[in-house]
């Protein structure tokens, strides 16, 4: 079946922009994870959800990162005015429920503030 | 926060050889997975494994939960398994987010 996918793949945007990245998770998957990964780095948790609520948002860095998931499928990671130094890879990951716990990554969004 | 640590930080074997990966947590965890980060980028799942062992193909994993270590073997390298190895921490029955090691860098030359 379809894996977890992000559009876009690429996003080069000016400094002080808005910009959207989305996720459409496996289908049926109830939690969606937001991870960002600078260069040479493993990613870092940025937000969780477990249906339609943000069930941990502790990892987001400030008040400029937001995310939604308004259905419990699909999401959207927002960033208002944007900086240099939110460049770096966005990756989305899916889990199918409670008592499953791997989680699937998606391709990531390679945002490029310049 | 727990930390996650990988060994070696880089790794270069010649095509056929074999190797051992090595990841170190400092807290008591339930969830622990293998991710292999192909040259595009794309996180494959390898294994997820908090205790025990398992193995498929050229691959197998142990973690011992109670020394906080899990070791990744790669038998018979091939160019393909090039990449970026990482290991991730969690706990289950909570939030399930993952702590990310900084990955062990693996070269296969042919």
């Known amino acids: 079946g379809a894996g977890v996918s992000q559009t876009p793949s690429n996003k080069v945007t000016e400094k002080g922009k808005y910009v959207e990245l989305r996720c459409d998770p496996i289908s049926g998957h109830t939690a969606l994870y937001w991870y960002r990964q600078s260069l040479g780095q493993g990613p870092e948790f940025l937000i969780y959800f477990q249906g339609t609520g943000a069930a941990d948002d502790s990892g987001l860095p400030n008040d400029r990162f937001f995310a939604v998931r308004p259905e419990g499928s699909v999401s959207t990671l927002k960033i208002q005015r944007t900086e240099r130094g939110d460049s770096a890879v966005y990756l989305c990951?899916?889990?199918?429920?409670?008592?499953?716990?791997?989680?699937?990554f998606g391709p990531g969004t390679r945002l490029t503030v310049t | 926060g727990i930390q996650v640590e990988q060994s070696p930080p880089d790794l270069i074997l010649q095509e056929g050889a074999n190797s051992t990966l090595r990841c170190n947590f400092s807290?008591?965890?339930?969830?622990l997975q293998w991710f292999h980060q192909n040259p595009w980028g794309q996180l494959i799942n390898l294994f997820y494994i908090p205790s025990g062992t398992k193995q498929n193909g050229r691959l197998s994993a142990t973690t011992v939960a109670t020394e906080r270590y899990s070791l990744l073997y790669i038998s018979s390298s091939q160019t393909t398994d090039s990449g970026v190895y990482f290991c991730a921490v969690g706990y289950n029955f909570g939030n399930e987010k993952l702590t990310f090691g900084t990955g062990t860098r693996l070269t296969i030359i042919p």
């Open positions: 990951a899916s889990r199918a429920g409670t008592y499953a716990y791997e989680q699937y």
């Open positions: 807290d008591s965890v339930n969830n």
